[in-house]
Nanobody, 118 residues
Framework: HVQLVDFGGGLVQPGGSLRLSCVASGPIASSNTMDWYRQAPGKERELVARITSDGRTNYGDSAKGRFTISRDNAENTVYLQMNSLKPDDTAVYYC????????????WGHGTQVLVSA
């Protein structure tokens, strides 16, 4: 079965940078979408960034201009480069993979904590 392992979170000062990674294993379809979501305490989970297997991207408003999503299809890995971090970016960040056509399959990582604080 498909498994996602996301990592790279930690404590960073405002204005700093972090790079999150997510490695997918198992039966990964050649056509899929990989995303990063985040959830802050007391808030709903929100989309941060999305990338398709052919490289098309889109970003949530909070990420535009500061975050960059990328992927290595050969390694089934997706990255999220986060720059100019703000305290409001503090959240648990989750990797997500969606694949399938007639039946859509969704898979989630366990999450990695990002804490932006002085």
């Amino acid at each position: 079965h498909v498994q996602l392992v996301d990592f790279g979170g930690g404590l960073v000062q405002p204005g700093g940078s972090l790079r999150l990674s997510c490695v997918a294993s198992g039966p990964i379809a050649s056509s899929n979408t990989m995303d990063w979501y985040r959830q802050a305490p007391g808030k709903e989970r929100e989309l941060v960034a999305r990338i398709t297997s052919d490289g098309r991207t889109n970003y949530g408003d909070s990420a535009k201009g500061r975050f960059t999503i990328s992927r290595d299809n050969a390694e089934n890995t997706v990255y999220l480069q986060m720059n100019s971090l703000k305290p409001d970016d503090t959240a648990v960040y989750y990797c997500h993979l969606q694949q399938g056509s007639l039946i859509i399959y969704d898979y989630w990582g366990h999450g990695t904590q990002v804490l932006v604080s002085a």
